[in-house]
């Protein structure tokens, strides 16, 4: 049974920084394309970042790239998501979510989630 559970949320202030760990039970993190998504409040869920299965490249909204950092490790059979300088509109459940294929940004193509981890910023 596959499990991926998120840790690390909480509430802090504008400028902050958090991170996010996803471990995973069930699957091996190095097999899949490991990927963050946030959902805010009235919103969609939106991707915000990915590392890729078969190497360590990453890719990044826009919104959020230079700062936050994805990272991957094995060992632990963990995926992280730091986050820096995190502001007001960083607020919203953010979820882990691991795809066997090729990279995608699309969250229909991920096989497995987690059940989110809440992130507050306060201005």
């Known amino acids: 049974q596959v499990q991926l559970v998120e840790s690390g949320g909480g509430m802090v202030q504008d400028g902050d920084s958090l991170r996010l760990s996803c471990a995973a039970s069930?699957?091996?993190?190095?097999?899949?394309?490991m990927g963050w998504f946030r959902q805010a409040p009235g919103k969609e869920r939106d991707f915000v970042s990915l590392?890729?299965?078969?190497?360590?490249?990453?890719f990044y909204s826009a919104s959020v790239k230079g700062r936050f950092t994805i990272s991957r490790d094995s060992a632990k059979n963990t995926v992280y998501l730091q986050m820096n300088s995190l502001k007001p509109e960083d607020t919203a459940v953010y979820y882990c979510?691991?795809?066997?294929?090729?990279?995608?940004?699309?969250?229909?193509?991920?096989?497995?989630w987690g059940q989110g981890t809440q992130v507050t910023v306060s201005s």
């Open positions: 979510a691991a795809r066997r294929g090729g990279v995608s940004i699309s969250e229909s193509m991920y096989d497995y």
């Open positions: 590392i890729y299965r078969s190497d360590d490249n990453t």
């Open positions: 069930g699957l091996f993190v190095g097999d899949y394309a």
